[in-house]
């Protein structure tokens, strides 16, 4: 795995703002336009967001966010390998990283909301092979034949 530096990050940067754009499209290609819940830059600037960027030398990597739902709650958020950095330990890094800050603020549990089909496979394998489990819905989100919650007590 490369050596990965995450940092918080304002997203005014031409590469992370690329690699939203890209996550936005890749969410628009693969998904029913009324399931579609990634954030715009704007969304992922709000008080309740931090957002991260992941780094290996000067090159971004990736990115992910956790937003505050309540105190004790958070959910993972714009959770993206840039494509030459994929299936590399990134994504790994990155969810390793968002699951301590969570912990660090003294949340309980953190939750997702994705999609069903091939292209979210990959992301799918990561949250369940670091204990993440299907929960019913939370938020505004609905459980049903493509979008599905995960949930991970921490």
Not at 58 to 81: I, T
Not at 128 to 153: E, K, N
């Amino acid at each position: 795995m490369p050596d990965v530096t995450i940092r918080e990050d304002d997203l005014s940067g031409a590469a992370i703002q690329a690699l939203v754009a890209l996550h936005l499209g890749g969410m628009h290609a693969h998904s029913p336009a009324d399931k579609v819940h990634a954030l715009p830059l704007d969304a992922l600037r709000a008080p309740d967001v931090r957002f991260y960027s992941a780094w290996v030398g000067g090159y971004l990597a990736g990115m992910g966010a956790l937003k505050a739902l309540a105190p004790d709650h958070g959910e993972l958020k714009s959770m993206r390998v840039a494509p030459a950095w994929l299936g590399q330990g990134v994504g790994k890094a990155i969810l390793a990283h968002l699951l301590d800050q969570a912990r660090a603020r003294g949340m309980a549990r953190v939750s997702l909301e994705t999609g069903s089909g091939p292209a979210f496979e990959p992301a799918l394998a990561l949250y369940r092979a670091h204990g993440f489990v299907p929960c019913a819905a939370f938020a505004d989100y609905v459980v049903d034949d493509f979008s599905q919650c995960l949930t991970l007590a921490l």
